[in-house]
Nanobody, 128 residues
């Protein structure tokens, strides 16, 4: 089992950058694929980005491509989401999540159901 704690959210202006961090407990962090999801008020939680166990393979939702970068440091048990050129529509609570299944199908890697462990979320607010 792993516990996840996000940090780095805040209030920024459009065009600014933020780096979210997610610290994981436990010794098995390197064996989990890690993802970031966002949930805006009144909306469902949506996939943002995913990094494979070794961070060699990454996935992004279309709105994040070119602006956000997911990375991980397995020596620090931490996954990051670098968010650049932020827009008001990026305003949401951002959650990190861990997928312990080493055989998750590509078609399911963006699904909330593939992630067994979740953090408590960090609020990102982008003003126009």
């Amino acid at each position: 089992q792993v516990q996840l704690v996000e940090s780095g959210g805040g209030l920024v202006q459009a065009g600014d950058s933020l780096r979210l961090s997610c610290a994981a407990s436990g010794r098995t962090f390197s064996s989990y694929a890690m993802g970031w999801f966002s949930q805006a008020p009144g909306k469902e939680r949506e996939f943002v980005a995913r990094a494979s166990k070794g961070s060699g393979t990454t996935y992004y939702t279309d709105s994040a491509k070119g602006r956000f970068t997911i990375s991980r440091d397995n020596t620090k048990n931490t996954v990051y989401l670098q968010m650049n050129s932020l827009k008001p529509e990026d305003t949401a609570v951002y959650y990190c999540a861990a997928d312990p299944n080493s055989r998750t199908k590509d078609s399911l890697k963006t699904s909330r159901d593939s992630y067994a462990y979740w953090g408590q979320g960090t609020q990102v607010t982008v003003s126009s």
